[in-house]
């Protein structure tokens, strides 16, 4: 089992920056496929971004494409998203997640297994 916490969240303009991270506990980081969600008001949530277990391959969101990076460093149990120029459609919780599916890469909620609480990202005008 894996308990995962998110941070890094705030309030930001528009055009800017937020880098999130989600610290993992547990010895056994290396072995999920990490994914992040977003949840804005009144909407489902949302696929962002994965990244493999090694790190190598990551796919993204079509509407985060060029402007978010996944990114994970086993030795340190923790996953990050870079988010740039962002825009207030980025406004939502963000949820980091670890599945446990056999595949190398994860784009669907309900194959993950272990979610965060969740932090608030807030891009102003």
């Known amino acids: 089992q894996v308990q995962l916490a998110e941070s890094g969240g705030g309030l930001v303009q528009a055009g800017g920056s937020l880098r999130l991270s989600c610290a993992a506990s547990?010895?056994?980081?290396?072995?999920?496929?990490m994914g992040w969600f977003r949840q804005a008001p009144g909407k489902e949530r949302e696929f962002v971004a994965a990244?493999?277990?090694?790190?190598?391959?990551?796919t993204y969101a079509d509407s985060v494409k060029g402007r978010f990076t996944i990114s994970r460093d086993n030795a340190k149990n923790t996953a990050y998203l870079q988010m740039n120029s962002l825009n207030p459609e980025d406004t939502a919780v963000y949820f980091c997640?670890?599945?446990?599916?056999?595949?190398?890469?994860?784009?669907?909620?309900?194959?993950?297994?272990?979610w965060g609480q969740g932090t608030q990202v807030t891009v102003s005008p």
């Open positions: 547990g010895r056994t980081f290396s072995s999920y496929v």
């Open positions: 990244v493999s277990r090694l790190g190598t391959i990551t």
């Open positions: 997640a670890a599945s446990r599916n056999v595949g190398t890469i994860v784009r669907v909620s309900y194959e993950y297994d272990y």
